[in-house]
């Protein structure tokens, strides 16, 4: 069964730090695109980070642009180190990733991704 399952939310301060993980199950990260969205209350799901696994591209949404960080291991799980939190962060977070066939929409539509994640909520008080 291919899942998904996300870990490592929480609560912090302002100006904290927090580790997301985003772990797979029934398929192997390759060369998938692997993206964490994120999605507040009232408000549409964006994108954050992706990385191109294999190929080691990542990508980034420019309000998370030098405080957050994208990576893969070699156990089939996917990070995302989240530093200098602010409260504009709070969101459930997401990680999807997109098996074959591959789309050809850029890292950030939610329609290039067929298998997603349930979320862990981020909460960044001030």
């Known amino acids: 069964q291919v899942q998904l399952v996300e870990s490592g939310g929480g609560s912090v301060l302002a100006g904290g730090s927090l580790r997301l993980s985003c772990a797979a199950s029934?398929?192997?990260?390759?060369?998938?695109?692997i993206g964490w969205f994120r999605q507040a209350p009232g408000k549409k799901r964006e994108g954050v980070a992706c990385?191109?696994?294999?190929?080691?591209?990542t990508y980034y949404a420019d309000s998370v642009k030098g405080r957050f960080t994208i990576s893969q291991d070699n156990a089939n799980t996917v990070y995302l180190e989240m530093n200098s939190l602010k409260p504009e962060d709070s969101a459930m977070y997401y990680c999807?990733?997109?098996?074959?066939?591959?789309?050809?929409?850029?890292?950030?539509?939610?329609?290039?991704?067929?298998?997603w994640g349930q979320g862990t909520q981020v909460t960044v008080s001030s």
């Open positions: 990385i191109w696994a294999g190929v080691g591209a």
């Open positions: 999807a990733a997109d098996l074959p066939p591959y789309g050809a929409s850029w890292w950030g539509a939610e329609e290039r991704y067929n298998v």
């Open positions: 029934g398929f192997t990260i390759s060369r998938n695109f």
